[in-house]
């Protein structure tokens, strides 16, 4: 069974940092690639960021570029989101995303991050 663990929200200022993790494990195919979505309250989940597993593109939300940088380890099966510059509107609940080779979609029960002004 996958299990996708988040890791390293809180509460933060505008302006700080904070980095979030995520370990996978209990999958059977490979892993195609990996990302962050969050949602706020009231609000629909979004896209964040993505990182493919071989070769290692990164994709970015627009609202985050410039800011959040994704990143991955493959020998841990984790992926990584450092969150620089934060701002109000990142409060949201962020989680985990996993999609295998054959297409299995896979999702961590995310990690509170609130900003406050």
């Known amino acids: 069974q996958v299990q996708l663990v988040e890791s390293g929200g809180g509460l933060v200022q505008a302006g700080d940092s904070l980095r979030l993790s995520c370990a996978a494990s209990?999958?059977?195919?490979?892993?195609?690639?990996m990302g962050w979505f969050r949602q706020a309250p009231g609000k629909e989940r979004e896209f964040v960021a993505a990182?493919?597993?071989?070769?290692?593109?990164?994709y970015y939300a627009e609202s985050v570029q410039g800011r959040f940088t994704i990143s991955r380890d493959n020998a841990k099966n984790a992926v990584y989101l450092q969150m620089n510059s934060l701002k109000p509107e990142d409060t949201a609940v962020y989680s985990c995303?996993?999609?295998?080779?054959?297409?299995?979609?896979?999702w961590g029960k995310g990690t509170l991050v609130t900003v406050s002004s």
């Open positions: 995303n996993l999609e295998d080779v054959l297409g299995g979609d896979y």
């Open positions: 209990g999958f059977t195919f490979s892993i195609d690639h």
């Open positions: 990182i493919t597993w071989n070769g290692g593109s990164t």
